[in-house]
């Protein structure tokens, strides 16, 4: 089984309205984060936002937030007021209490003036 | 900038040749992760060190093997190349202590190889 998914390979948004990115992951470990990067076209990587598992509210970082539903398995990013430098590829990763890393396949996020 | 640098930012090599890649890490970081990111198998961690000890192992071949160093800077050798180890690799570091940055990772360029 997939240990991440990301289910949307292609998004549009219109500047200045919410989006949502899905994600979600599969694990029996009782200890694990979660994490959302950002790849622009020009290659770097960026890490946007972290949530642990034990986390008791949902992680922000300025327009960035992550709705985590651990009964569900789900921890989707949220990106409020989009802007034109939000078009990007966006993973999410989980990692375990072991420190092993998996990736999604990623999200490919347009924004439309 | 993330202050994590990456060299050489390209590579081009030929096949069963032997390349190092090197990433210094944020100054205090401690954690240093390297990924690699290929069209064939997307993103995949490969290996984190911290402070000079292996943490954590992922899908790392056994023709690649890394090691920090003690001034925490580290490198990635990869031998016996294959067409297929053409990617992308990133080095990334964290600070890795307790806090509430502590899983804030930073990403440096990035190093193209090119196995021909």
């Known amino acids: 089984a997939q240990k991440i998914t990301q289910t949307q390979p292609g998004m549009f948004v219109q500047e200045k309205e919410a989006v949502t990115l899905d994600c979600t992951y599969d694990t029996s470990d009782p200890s694990y984060g979660l994490f959302w990067y950002k790849q622009p076209s020009s290659g770097e990587m960026i890490f946007l936002i972290y949530q642990g598992s034990y986390d008791q509210q949902n992680a922000t970082e300025g327009r960035y937030s992550l709705n985590f539903q651990k009964a569900r398995k789900s921890a989707n990013l949220v990106i409020s007021a989009s802007q034109l430098g939000d078009s990007a590829m966006y993973f999410c990763?989980?990692?375990?209490?072991?420190?092993?890393?998996?990736f999604g396949t990623g999200t490919s996020l347009t924004v439309i003036p | 900038d993330s202050g994590v640098t990456q060299t050489p930012k390209h590579l081009i090599t030929a096949t069963g040749q032997r390349v190092t890649l090197r990433c210094s890490p944020r100054?205090?970081?401690?954690?240093v992760y390297w990924y690699q990111q290929s069209l064939d198998q997307g993103l995949q961690f490969l290996i984190q060190y911290y402070n000079g000890e292996e943490r954590a192992k992922g899908n790392i071949l056994e023709r690649f093997s890394a090691q920090q160093f003690p001034d925490l800077h580290s490198e990635l050798n990869l031998s016996s190349l294959e067409l297929g180890d053409s990617a992308l690799y990133f080095c990334a570091s964290s600070v890795s202590q307790r806090g509430p940055r502590d899983n804030e990772q930073f990403f440096g360029p990035g190093t193209r190889l090119t196995v021909l």
């Open positions: 990763a989980m990692r375990e209490s072991g420190n092993q890393f998996y």
């Open positions: 100054s205090g970081d401690l954690s």
